[in-house]
Nanobody, 124 residues
Framework: QVQLAESGGGLVQAGGSLTLSCAAS????????MAWFRQAPGKEREFVAA????????SYADSAKGRFTISRDNAKNTVYLAMNSLKREDTAVYYC?????????????????WGQGTQVTVSS
């Protein structure tokens, strides 16, 4: 099993940047595909980005392409989400998720472990 803890959320102005971190503890971090999801008030949880176990493959939602970058440091058991050119519509609780698989997938139901989330608020 793996425990996940997000950090780095906060209030940022539109056009600004923010980097989220997700620290993992428990079983070997490098055996997990990692992903970021987000959920805005009144909306369903949606996929943001995912990264393969060794970081060689990434996948992004259309809304994140060109603005967000997912990365991981297996030596530090941490996955990151660097967010640039933030928009008001990026406001949400951001969740880190993990699945013990080789496949990078965008579906929330295929991720077994979740963090508590970190709030990102983008003001105009």
């Amino acid at each position: 099993q793996v425990q996940l803890a997000e950090s780095g959320g906060g209030l940022v102005q539109a056009g600004g940047s923010l980097t989220l971190s997700c620290a993992a503890s428990g079983r070997t971090f490098s055996t997990y595909v990692m992903a970021w999801f987000r959920q805005a008030p009144g909306k369903e949880r949606e996929f943001v980005a995912a990264i393969s176990r060794q970081g060689g493959r990434t996948s992004y939602a259309d809304s994140a392409k060109g603005r967000f970058t997912i990365s991981r440091d297996n030596a530090k058991n941490t996955v990151y989400l660097a967010m640039n050119s933030l928009k008001r519509e990026d406001t949400a609780v951001y969740y880190c998720a993990a699945r013990e698989s080789i496949w990078v997938v965008p579906n929330a139901y295929e991720y077994n472990y979740w963090g508590q989330g970190t709030q990102v608020t983008v003001s105009s």
